[in-house]
């Protein structure tokens, strides 16, 4: 098994060594740096379980310095247990570093033993939490209790541990995507990769491409070798949106691939096996498109052995209240805004309005009515005011034309956009984007994408 490994970051080389010396006598790796500079991209490299962190480096006895990269840690590793240690102990400093999420506070010179229990509890503490959270599931932060609603998430649940291929069907905004990531994240794949393909968004010309890569020199355009999503997806699960916009000469690409879980990237004689699964989403009634001879029937069969059926918004109407008061609740956090409430004239006015963007065009609307209302009371007008354009605002983001842009090139172009409008200010450009902090920093390495913190 691999030893646990903790990270030391101190500017104090004698420290760092006979701590190091300490936790190995203990049976853990242990790696140590001198600047605390270095140390986010080192915890990125290392991977520790753990971090000890002095708090006061040569530049200042205040504790600020380590105090600082505590807080630039806890911003994107919201969970690595770290230890501060003081030569000068106060009790302030203590408070100040946990309210920053400090795990535990040791004092120098440290007692070996009490250094080594305190290490070891945070460690015993961070698995029950991993297993706790391992039980409350990815479905819960799905709402809805309308009965038919409860059955789908029910077999959804159930067969995510499997590695059956699921069909996701459900009108626009139903939560298909949303679904389908909660399907990966119950899976024994949760931990690997989890891929979005919107087939929707490829051309015919393209979709080799992009699904199975190429190697530089395969076309005129292909100036570098490019893994495909396929490749990207191995170990994990592929989540293929949109897979009644396939077109047909896609479509046998596409089955053949599903059938022997081997390809070659273009412009490659070799065969690569991957290992997959695969869940895919559509609103069109793909049976329909059996009959009519628009999509093969081999591959509806090859999608389709566990059918999830979403109901439309429509079919749960009960759900509406229980759906705003989630919304509100997240917006209360994001605009800091505690007093927001609706009114129970609203609550039964939108239960009877009609969402054909349904859930999507639901909490547009409410995002956009407490964008828009000078009070957090909500009433009925305030709704009334922005429901007209919601229906269509749902549905309607131009998009670029197809083959005109990759996925990524999109991805880059919005990241940039959302950073440009929020002054370079992480949290909130995450927010507008839809994604976790953590997630944001992992796109803009990947991509390259230069930005101050
Ligand atoms: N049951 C639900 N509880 C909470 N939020 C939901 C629920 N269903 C959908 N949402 C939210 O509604 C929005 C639309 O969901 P999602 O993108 O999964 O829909 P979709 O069916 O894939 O839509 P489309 O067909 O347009 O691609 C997302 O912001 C999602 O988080
Ligand atoms: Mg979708």
Not at 350 to 379: A, D, H
């Amino acid at each position: 098994m691999e030893k646990t490994k903790i990270l030391i970051v101190d500017d104090d080389m004698a420290v760092c060594t006979s701590i190091s010396l300490l936790l190995k006598r203990g049976g853990y790796a242990t790696r140590f740096i001198n600047r605390p500079a270095e140390a986010l991209s080192v915890i990125e490299e290392f991977d520790p379980a753990l971090i000890l962190l002095d708090m006061n480096f040569t530049v200042d006895t205040s504790g600020k310095k380590g105090l600082q990269v505590l807080g630039e840690i806890r911003e994107i590793h919201t969970r690595i247990p770290i230890i501060l240690m003081t030569g000068w102990a106060t009790v302030q400093l203590a408070v100040q570093g946990m309210k920053i999420g400090a795990s535990d506070f040791i004092a120098k010179p440290w007692d070996n033993k009490q250094m080594l229990s305190s290490v070891k509890t945070l460690l015993a503490l961070q698995e029950v939490q991993k297993k706790k959270e391992k039980t409350a599931t990815h479905f819960e932060h799905i709402i809805g209790e309308d009965p038919q609603f409860r059955e789908v998430l029910e077999m959804a649940q159930r067969v995510s541990k499997t590695d059956a291929s699921v069909l996701v069907i459900g009108d626009s905004g139903t939560g298909k995507e949303l679904i389908a990531e909660a399907i990966h994240y119950e899976s024994n794949r949760a931990e690997n990769p989890f891929v979005k393909v919107n087939l929707g968004g490829i051309s015919s010309s393209l979709f080799e491409s992009e699904m199975f890569g190429h190697k530089r020199g395969a076309f005129t355009d292909a100036s570098t070798d490019r893994v495909g999503r396929f490749e990207l997806a191995d170990t994990g699960t592929i989540f293929l949106d949109e897979i009644g916009d396939l077109e047909a000469s896609s479509q046998v690409k596409l089955l053949r691939v599903l059938q022997e879980s081997t390809f070659e990237a273009l412009g490659s004689s070799q065969s690569k096996k991957i290992d997959f699964r695969v869940v895919s989403a559509t609103n069109k009634n793909l049976e329909q498109m059996v009959l009519n001879d628009t999509f093969r029937e081999d591959l509806f069969y090859r999608i389709n052995l566990i059918k999830l059926k979403i109901p439309s918004l429509a079919e749960r109407r009960g759900d509406i209240p229980l759906l705003v008061r989630f919304f509100i609740e997240n917006l209360r956090m994001t605009y800091d805004s505690p007093d927001l409430r609706v009114h129970r004239d609203a609550m039964s006015w939108l239960e009877k309005q009609s969402f054909p963007g349904n859930i999507r065009q639901l909490r547009n609307l409410v995002e956009s009515t407490v964008l828009t209302s000078r009070n957090p009371y909500l009433q009925v007008e305030d709704f009334k005011r922005q429901y007209q354009g919601s229906a269509l605002r749902a549905q309607q983001v131009k998009l670029p034309s197809v083959g005109a842009i990759s996925l990524e090139e999109m991805e880059v172009r919005m990241i940039k956009k959302a950073l440009t409008f929020h002054n370079n200010k992480i949290a909130d450009t995450a927010r507008a984007l839809g994604i976790t902090r953590s997630a944001l920093y992992r796109r803009l390495a990947k991509y390259n994408i230069p930005y101050e913190s």
